[in-house]
């Protein structure tokens, strides 16, 4: 079993213990490197609509006549390599960008992420982390109080005050367990977990 450091908003400090298999498995980053760019790529909507040579308005008709002009040959405006002609191979709407990534590969990956952030000290356990109130200067306060920044926050559950006065402040996400992804936990400084999130994350990734 590993132990991580848990503190609470008054400063005290306990240790919880933790799963080896999710919080202490070697760094694999050719792994690591799948899992991002399959996320990234699931993340992408085709939207691009381009035109093919058959698709471009205009008239079909030749262009010179075939031969005896010095030119090159040719035959509709709509030809690739004349602008204003149409794509080659046109981008449509039905470009599927999606990757597949197993279940196993996915769990494996998301555990290397977490074992690293904590072998680097970047993974920080507090006690619990709700508000109040709406108000984003209360979020700040607690912030402070925890001497936080730049950091993603996990949760086991997102409350309504909570999502309020964190929605709008800059360097900062607050999320549920359910909702984690690898590119979030790679792109801020620090992670931030609750007690109850941790036993949340070792039931999903074990």
């Known amino acids: 079993m590993v132990k991580i450091s848990c503190r ?7 240790s919880i213990d933790v799963s080896d298999s999710v919080f202490d498995r070697a760094y694999n980053e050719s792994l690591v490197h799948q899992l991002v760019t399959a996320y990234l ?3 992408r909507s ?7 040579r ?7 008709r030749k262009q010179w006549r075939q031969k005896g002009t010095g030119r090159a040959r040719t035959g509709a405006a709509s030809n690739p390599l004349w602008s204003g002609g149409g794509k080659i191979f046109p981008n449509k709407p039905t470009e599927n960008f999606s990757k597949k990534i197993n279940r196993k590969m996915y769990r494996a990956g998301m555990c290397t992420i977490f074992s690293q952030l904590l072998r680097n000290s970047k993974l920080i356990a507090v006690s619990e982390f709700q508000i109040e109130s709406k108000k984003t200067k209360d979020f700040l306060q607690k912030l402070r109080n925890f001497q936080l920044e730049n950091v993603i926050i996990i949760t086991d559950e997102v ?7 964190s929605r709008n402040v800059p360097n900062i996400k607050v999320i549920d367990v359910d909702l984690m992804d690898p590119v979030s936990l790679l792109s801020y400084e620090n992670v931030v977990i609750t007690r109850e999130a941790v036993d949340k994350i070792e039931s999903v990734l074990q």
């Open 8 to 14: 609470s908003e008054s400063g005290q400090v306990t």
């Open 41 to 43: 790529a699931n993340a």
């Open 46 to 52: 085709a939207t691009r609509a381009q035109k093919g």
């Open 54 to 60: 058959s698709e471009v308005a205009g008239s079909t």
């Open 159 to 165: 409350g309504e005050n909570l999502y309020l006065a």
